[in-house]
Antibody
Framework: EVQLVESGGGLVQPGGSLRLSCAAS????????MSWVRQAPGKGLEWFSL????????YYADSVRGRFTISRDNSKNTLYLQMNSLRAEDTAIYYC????????????WGQGTLVTVSS | QSVLTQPPSVSAAPGQKVTISCSGS????????VSWYQHLPGTAPKLLIY???KRPSGIPDRISGSKSGTSANLGITGLQTGDEADYYC???????????FGGGTKLTVL
């Protein structure tokens, strides 16, 4: 059974940093691209970062480029998101998602972890 | 403002059919596969349709997807109260080099 479990969310002050993790199981982690998607309060789903299975290729949305870094450790079956220079508008539930095929759909999602940016 | 345009809400009675539209452009829907997701806030989104019209195992055939040009549709027949949720279309945008979602459509089963 595929499982994705996010952790690391919490309350952080504007300008601060936070590192999220997504522990994966039930599939060959290194064979699949992974993404981070978030949902701000009262808003829709927003994709913002993707990494290929072997970490050679990454993509970012303009809203986070230069502030967030996606990475993965295939030996630990874990996806990461380093978030720096956090802003109030980064407040959201953060989901990790497995891509079924490269640049296509997301077939499995985690339950999400809440990040709140506030002073 | 989302790259993909969906109606904010749709509604229909139990047992009826509803269609949710998703409009884009040649850089996204026109040249890439569309997928659809069901989301109840606070829970993990669920893949309903991939590659425009294919259903993952476990998704009933009363749920369907179609695409024509730069628009896609999600259809749900035999509506149930359990179908009440937010629905999102999504695809890769080749010009933006980014995955894009529609703004989401809230389905109400009256």
């Amino acid at each position: 059974e595929v499982q994705l479990v996010e952790s690391g969310g919490g309350l952080v002050q504007p300008g601060g940093s936070l590192r999220l993790s997504c522990a994966a199981s039930g599939f060959t982690f290194s064979s699949y691209a992974m993404s981070w998607v978030r949902q701000a309060p009262g808003k829709g789903l927003e994709w913002f970062s993707l990494i290929s299975g072997r970490s050679g290729t990454t993509y970012y949305a303009d809203s986070v480029r230069g502030r967030f870094t996606i990475s993965r450790d295939n030996s630990k079956n874990t996806l990461y998101l380093q978030m720096n220079s956090l802003r109030a508008e980064d407040t959201a539930i953060y989901y990790c998602a497995k891509q079924r095929q490269w640049l296509r759909d997301f077939d499995y999602w985690g339950q999400g972890t809440l990040v709140t940016v506030s002073s | 403002q989302s790259v993909l345009t969906q109606p904010p809400s749709v509604s229909a009675a139990p047992g009826q059919k509803v269609t949710i539209s998703c409009s884009g452009s040649s850089s996204n829907i026109g040249n890439n596969y569309v997928s659809w997701y069901q989301h109840l806030p606070g829970t993990a989104p669920k893949l309903l349709i991939y590659e425009d019209n294919k259903r993952p195992s476990g998704i009933p055939d009363r749920i369907s997807g179609s695409k024509s040009g730069t628009s896609a549709n999600l259809g749900i027949t035999g509506l149930q109260t359990g179908d009440e949720a937010d629905y999102y279309c999504g695809t890769w945008d080749s010009s933006l080099s980014a995955w894009v979602f529609g703004g989401g459509t809230k389905l109400t089963v009256l």
